[in-house]
């Protein structure tokens, strides 16, 4: 059977065992908080244009799919007159 107490070790080596690692991080990092979180804004507005372009991009497919589907009802309408 379990004893108890043992989820209050677990919690307490859990919570050693993060700090730890924290701070391993920390000592370890390879560049300053400052820039670490200047690359990420950069990876970041990359990744955001990226994705606006291509919205743009599919939007205008869209729109001209559009127009030349409305360019063949016209024509088909022209030629029936």
Do not use: V
């Not at 700090?19 to 560049?31: D, E, H, K, S, V």
């Not at 729109?63 to 029936?80: C, D, F, V």
Request: hydrophobic share 40%; aromatic share 4%; glycine share 12%.
């Amino acid at each position: 059977m379990a004893e108890r107490g043992t989820g209050r070790s677990f919690l307490l080596g859990a919570l050693i065992g993060g700090a730890i690692g924290a701070l391993w991080a920390l000592w370890n990092a390879p560049r300053s908080g400052s820039e670490t979180r200047r690359s990420l804004q950069r990876a970041l507005d990359e990744r955001l244009q990226s994705a606006r372009r291509q919205i743009a991009g599919e939007r205008l497919e869209e729109s001209l799919a559009e127009g030349k589907a409305m360019a063949r009802r016209l024509n088909q309408q022209a030629e029936e007159r």
